[in-house]
């Protein structure tokens, strides 16, 4: 407090003088403090965790019980334009009928240290599903990745770059149409073939091409869809003529049928969440994991190479992934992709080939378990032991295994 001498003008305004420092020191604190934790910084958003780098977008939690979306980046200089385009393809995501009346199902978050992830360009970027997910582990669920390729829209002008869709790997070209996305998280997500013809086969199955091509029984029962013969090939049957599976740039919806499909596959695959939750579920937080590298042929057929211990990961949560190979670890059980389709625009082979792959999945440390075994159908494929129980979770380490077929 002040006390001020009545008897002395002059000496009372030495005592204001000395308090203004302070004063407008804590007035510059206390404006920085409401700029940043109150609201002031509109695009400023708060790590996840700080200690595994995982920035938030969308977070509600419940991520064994969403789709969880990752986004990453190569090519870029300035992170300011990646959280630009990443926002961008966020929103267009969510904004396209069925997603626009389930924003609560999804989950989104970026990681903001820029890579290579093994990346080729040709007629497509394609990027290695095992470098992405290298990173991708620093935030929740993984259920989908995505790659946003910076090349420069001058470039892309004179040279147009197609994106591609592999495992659960979207590579996307980020001067591209936003649609783009959703495009191919139709393939990756939910397992839609192209709908437009290239001659090719579909060796999968498509719940957007029917077979019966003149009656289409498929889609009789949404009112609206269509019967076009042409669907990969002249052999099936789509239920839009235009839609976002042919033309993105032409279309912005899927069509009447693929919408119901992906709104029951949403309703089957996830639960709602409340209201927006920034940080998520602190039961659902990072961990130490075994990060767990293998390799498969392009048929499926899958082996463990590798086995690194990592701390403060979050596991591989995937619901949404289709597939009878699994990690095992205690009481914990990890899905492994299943089969190497890789969706691209064109190109020499048409739009889908398949391809060998590696992978990589992160599943809880048990502690009291020294096994990790990978399981197709219920049988034991490979079974690696854990030499080193007692390995010092300070920072990632190799541990010793030898393989026991």
Same mark, same amino acid.
């Given at each position: 407090?002040?006390?001020?001498?009545?008897?002395?003008?002059?000496?009372?305004?030495?005592?204001?003088?000395?308090?203004?420092?302070?004063?407008?020191?804590?007035?510059?604190?206390?404006?920085?403090?409401?700029?940043?934790?109150?609201?002031?910084?509109?695009?400023?958003? =708060?790590? *996840?965790?700080?200690?595994? @780098?995982? %920035?938030?977008?969308?977070?509600?939690?419940? +991520?064994?019980?969403?789709?969880? /979306?990752?986004?990453?980046?190569?090519?870029?200089?300035?992170?300011?334009?990646?959280?630009?385009?990443?926002?961008?393809?966020?929103?267009?995501?969510?904004?396209?009928?069925?997603?626009?009346?389930?924003?609560?199902?999804?989950?989104?978050?970026?990681?903001?240290?820029?890579?290579?992830?093994?990346?080729?360009?040709?007629?497509?970027?394609?990027?290695?599903?095992?470098?992405?997910?290298?990173?991708?582990?620093?935030?929740?669920?993984?259920?989908?990745?995505?790659?946003?390729?910076?090349?420069?829209?001058?470039?892309?002008?004179?040279?147009?770059?197609?994106?591609?869709?592999?495992?659960?790997?979207?590579?996307?070209?980020?001067?591209?149409?936003? =649609?783009? *996305?959703?495009?191919?998280? @139709?393939? %990756?997500?939910?397992?839609?073939?192209?709908? +437009?013809?290239?001659?090719?086969? /579909?060796?999968?199955?498509?719940?957007?091409?029917?077979?019966?091509?003149?009656?289409?029984?498929?889609?009789?029962?949404?009112?609206?869809?269509?019967?076009?013969?042409?669907?990969?090939?002249?052999?099936?049957?789509?239920?839009?003529?235009?839609?976002?599976?042919?033309?993105?740039?032409?279309?912005?919806?899927?069509?009447?049928?693929?919408?119901?499909?992906?709104?029951?596959?949403?309703?089957?695959?996830?639960?709602?969440?409340?209201?927006?939750?920034?940080?998520?579920?602190?039961?659902?937080?990072?961990?130490?994991?075994?990060?767990?590298?293998?390799?498969?042929?392009?048929?499926?057929?899958?082996?463990?190479?590798?086995?690194?211990?990592?701390?403060?990961?979050?596991?591989?949560?995937?619901?949404?992934?289709?597939?009878?190979?699994?990690?095992?670890?205690?009481?914990?059980?990890?899905?492994?992709?299943?089969?190497?389709?890789?969706?691209?625009?064109?190109?020499?082979?048409?739009?889908?080939?398949?391809?060998?792959?590696?992978?990589?999945?992160?599943?809880?440390?048990?502690?009291?378990?020294?096994?990790?075994?990978?399981?197709?159908?219920?049988?034991?494929?490979?079974?690696?032991?854990?030499?080193?129980?007692?390995?010092?979770?300070?920072?990632?380490?190799?541990?010793?295994?030898?393989?026991?077929?």
């Amino acid at each position: 407090m002040v006390f001020f001498n009545m008897l002395d003008p002059d000496l009372n305004e030495e005592h204001n003088y000395r308090w203004w420092p302070l004063i407008l020191f804590s007035v510059i604190i206390i404006g920085v403090f409401i700029f940043l934790f109150v609201g002031g910084g509109k695009n400023i958003e =708060l790590p *996840l965790s700080p200690s595994t @780098g995982c %920035v938030v977008m969308q977070d509600r939690g419940k +991520y064994t019980d969403s789709i969880n /979306i990752v986004f990453l980046g190569t090519g870029y200089e300035d992170v300011v334009e990646f959280r630009e385009d990443s926002d961008k393809f966020m929103t267009s995501f969510l904004n396209v009928v069925p997603h626009n009346s389930y924003k609560d199902r999804f989950n989104f978050f970026r990681i903001e240290e820029f890579g290579d992830f093994g990346c080729k360009y040709d007629d497509a970027v394609i990027c290695n599903p095992q470098l992405v997910q290298q990173e991708a582990i620093k935030c929740p669920g993984q259920d989908v990745n995505v790659v946003l390729t910076n090349r420069g829209k001058t470039e892309d002008f004179f040279s147009h770059l197609r994106s591609s869709a592999w495992l659960n790997l979207a590579s996307i070209n980020s001067a591209d149409d936003p =649609l783009v *996305l959703v495009h191919e998280i @139709g393939h %990756v997500g939910y397992s839609f073939a192209d709908e +437009y013809v290239y001659g090719g086969d /579909i060796t999968w199955d498509a719940p957007n091409c029917d077979p019966e091509k003149l009656s289409c029984p498929m889609f009789l029962d949404v009112d609206g869809s269509e019967c076009i013969v042409g669907c990969v090939n002249q052999e099936y049957a789509r239920s839009v003529y235009y839609g976002i599976m042919s033309n993105y740039w032409k279309s912005p919806k899927f069509g009447n049928y693929n919408e119901w499909w992906i709104e029951n596959y949403i309703l089957e695959n996830t639960k709602g969440g409340g209201e927006q939750n920034f940080g998520g579920d602190p039961n659902e937080g990072p961990k130490d994991v075994y990060v767990v590298k293998g390799e498969c042929t392009k048929e499926g057929e899958c082996t463990i190479e590798e086995v690194v211990m990592s701390p403060s990961r979050y596991p591989t949560t995937s619901n949404i992934m289709d597939s009878d190979i699994v990690i095992k670890h205690g009481s914990s059980l990890v899905k492994v992709p299943a089969s190497g389709l890789l969706f691209k625009d064109f190109g020499d082979s048409g739009s889908v080939e398949l391809r060998p792959y590696d992978f990589l999945v992160a599943i809880p440390v048990d502690k009291d378990e020294n096994e990790i075994v990978l399981l197709d159908k219920g049988d034991v494929k490979s079974r690696y032991i854990i030499e080193n129980e007692n390995a010092q979770l300070g920072g990632s380490k190799i541990v010793g295994i030898p393989r026991v077929s």
